[in-house]
């Protein structure tokens, strides 16, 4: 039996990464885009699930902290699979396929509620509320890019930066 409470309310989220993954002989730059789909819980607190990828979830108090809770798993997912890899080339065929790997439940739930919204049948206002910037259709594509990274000036060290931002689409 699940330990979430009911859902009140939905909307589609678009979640974007960009950080620096290093390997156990290599360090990858990776950029991507993905849809999530964000469930406020009958306690107030809030749910992200991943649709593409089916395979992050996390959920917190609030939208930042489900948010900030989000990122932390989804680049700890992302050091855990550079740490399998023994090179750069399958790393980034790990990611390709991993983007592949859609949760189509979810997936279904996602574009649903994208298309109330662009009918404006999809009350946002509590997105709105925390200042989410919208995004257009064409923004809400399911994306991966993998690049190789070379290390910092500091000799054997690998940077890791992370940028990384949750924005509801909404129709423009």
């Known amino acids: ?3 979430r409470k009911r859902s009140t309310k939905k909307w589609p989220l678009v979640f974007t990464y960009r950080g620096r993954v290093p390997g156990k002989q290599f360090a990858a730059r990776v950029v991507c885009s993905s849809r999530v789909l ?3 819980l009958a306690d107030g607190s809030l749910w992200l699930s ?3 990828p089916g395979w992050f979830a996390a959920g917190g108090p609030s939208l930042k902290e489900a948010n ?3 990122k932390k798993l989804f680049h700890g997912i992302l050091l855990d699979k550079a740490e399998e890899c ?3 080339a399958e790393f980034r065929r790990l990611m390709v396929a991993a983007f592949e790997d859609a949760d189509r439940l979810v997936r279904k739930e996602w574009v649903d509620l994208w298309i109330e919204n662009q009918d404006g049948k999809l009350d946002c206002t ?4 925390e200042r989410l910037p919208r995004v257009v259709q064409e923004e809400t594509s399911v994306w991966v890019e993998v690049i190789e ?8 060290t690998l940077e890791t ?3 990384q931002d949750v924005r509801y689409a909404v129709a423009a």
């Open 86 to 88: 023994d090179d750069f």
């Open 126 to 129: 509590p997105m709105e509320q």
């Open 149 to 156: 990274a070379l290390p910092t000036a500091d000799e054997g």
């Open 1 to 3: 039996m699940s330990t």
């Open 50 to 52: 991943g649709s593409e």
């Open 38 to 40: 964000a469930e406020q």
């Open 161 to 163: 930066r992370r940028t």
């Open 68 to 70: 900030d809770n989000l």
